[in-house]
Nanobody, 121 residues
Framework: QVHLVESGGGLVQPGGSLRLSCAASGSIFSIYAMGWYRQAPGKERELVAHISVSGSTNYADSVKDRFTISRGNAKNTVYLQMNSLKPEDTAAYYC???????????????WGQGTQVTVSS
């Protein structure tokens, strides 16, 4: 089993900041990539930010220069620092990892349960 636990969501005023955390645990042999996605009501889930095992990152155009993705020292954690938040950032945010559970195992996607971010005055 692989478990992802997200935290850090909440209600914030426009222009404010939040930091999301995601910790992966369980039967994990290797993590290849980690990312954050979000889904607003009535919309499809979209990529927010992604970080590879080499540390390279990419961001959705809508969050560039405002959000920063990073990995923890333990490498099984990923963070999303969100600054200058806007009402349109309101969504459920999901952590995803691409990981294998065994040596030579096929990498699979694993998702967290989501954490709500609401940006409103």
């Amino acid at each position: 089993q692989v478990h992802l636990v997200e935290s850090g969501g909440g209600l914030v005023q426009p222009g404010g900041s939040l930091r999301l955390s995601c910790a992966a645990s369980g039967s994990i042999f290797s993590i290849y990539a980690m990312g954050w996605y979000r889904q607003a009501p009535g919309k499809e889930r979209e990529l927010v930010a992604h970080i590879s095992v080499s540390g390279s990152t990419n961001y959705a155009d809508s969050v560039k220069d405002r959000f920063t993705i990073s990995r923890g020292n333990a490498k099984n954690t990923v963070y999303l620092q969100m600054n200058s938040l806007k009402p349109e950032d309101t969504a459920a945010y999901y952590c995803k990892i691409v990981a294998s559970r065994f040596l030579m195992g096929t990498p699979n996607d694993y998702w967290g349960q989501g954490t709500q971010v609401t940006v409103s005055s």
